[in-house]
């Protein structure tokens, strides 16, 4: 069973940047993929970048491209998002997620959650 652990949340300015760490214990985190998803209050709970378990591939939902970047780090077994030029609309608590092998975008296919961490952009 993996456990994750987020941090680096926390409050920014719009414009400024925050780097989310994850870090998993108790499987294989090579054999994973990961994911980073986001909810915001009232709202469902959103994909925000995934990796693969090689690194090699990376996708992102449209709003984030070119401002967020993931990463992974398969000897630590942490999992990175940096996000710059940060935006009140990206206010929403941060999870990040391990999946099957092969790169996934959707919620219902990650088995594994972290509990997450408060990402607050203030205007």
């Known amino acids: 069973q993996v456990q994750l652990v987020e941090s680096g949340g926390g409050l920014v300015q719009a414009g400024g940047s925050l780097r989310l760490s994850c870090a998993a214990s108790?499987?294989?985190?090579?054999?994973?993929?990961m994911g980073w998803f986001r909810q915001a209050p009232g709202k469902d709970r959103e994909f925000v970048a995934a990796i693969s378990w090689s690194g090699d591939r990376t996708y992102y939902v449209n709003s984030v491209k070119g401002r967020f970047t993931i990463s992974r780090d398969n000897v630590k077994n942490t999992v990175y998002l940096q996000m710059n030029s940060l935006k009140p609309e990206d206010t929403a608590v941060y999870y990040c997620?391990?999946?099957?092998?092969?790169?996934?975008?959707?919620?219902?296919?990650?088995?594994?959650w972290g509990q997450g961490t408060q990402v607050t952009v203030s205007s």
């Open positions: 108790g499987g294989t985190f090579s054999a994973y993929c």
């Open positions: 997620a391990a999946g099957p092998q092969q790169v996934v975008v959707t919620a219902r296919e990650y088995n594994h």
